[in-house]
């Protein structure tokens, strides 16, 4: 059993930047591929950028490129999605996600494991 724990959630302005933070606890140890997801009022639950433990390879969502980028610190086990230059249509519920087998870029269904969830909200 893995654990998931988001924070960093908030209100920014539009042009603001925001750090969110996964904390896996449990069999963590088990884990080869997280990922950050959201999800919008009224739409579906969408890939927002994806890390592969082994390699480190990273993938990201056409709508984040370059403004999004995931980390993680291996000794805290925890997992990073620094956001800059926030738009409007990036507020959303994030969620934390881990994945027991590879490879990175699998459909959600595939991912294992699953946070709460924690609120961005990207005002004008």
């Known amino acids: 059993q893995v654990r998931l724990a988001e924070s960093g959630g908030g209100l920014v302005q539009a042009g603001g930047s925001l750090r969110l933070s996964c904390a896996a606890s449990?069999?963590?140890?088990?884990?080869?591929?997280m990922g950050w997801f959201r999800q919008a009022p009224g739409k579906e639950r969408e890939f927002v950028s994806g890390?592969?433990?082994?390699?480190?390879?990273?993938l990201y969502s056409d709508a984040v490129k370059g403004r999004f980028t995931i980390s993680r610190d291996n000794a805290e086990n925890t997992l990073y999605l620094q956001m800059d230059s926030l738009k409007t249509e990036d507020t959303a519920v994030y969620y934390c996600?881990?994945?027991?087998?590879?490879?990175?870029?699998?459909?959600?269904?595939?991912?294992?494991?699953w946070g709460e969830g924690a609120q961005v909200t990207v005002s004008s």
């Open positions: 996600a881990a994945r027991l087998d590879l490879p990175l870029g699998v459909p959600i269904k595939e991912y294992d494991y």
């Open positions: 449990g069999s963590a140890f088990s884990v080869r591929v």
């Open positions: 890390i592969n433990l082994i390699t480190e390879s990273t």
